[in-house]
């Protein structure tokens, strides 16, 4: 995923699979559920990296995490 339009596209495939149950229960048991499963579908090498050890909790904002993991997806998978 080279550019923001492409990383959208897929980022609404992914909602739209999790919302379809393809990604099971727990990714539609809440928002930030829902935007873990989001994360690790649109790149689950940089989920891994960035956020599998410690994954977004309700109401967090992470402003520092959400930019590496940016970087990540426009670096890694070019």
């Known amino acids: 995923m080279r550019n923001d339009s492409e990383i959208r596209d897929k980022r609404n495939v992914c909602y739209a699979d999790i919302e379809s149950g393809l990604w099971g ?17 649109l790149s689950p090498s940089c989920y891994e990296l960035i956020y599998e050890s410690d994954p977004l909790e309700e109401g967090e904002k992470d402003f520092v995490r959400s930019q590496e993991y940016k970087y990540c997806m426009h670096s890694a998978e070019k």
């Open 25 to 41: 229960w727990q990714c539609k048991s809440s928002i930030i559920a829902k935007e873990n499963c989001a994360l690790r579908c």
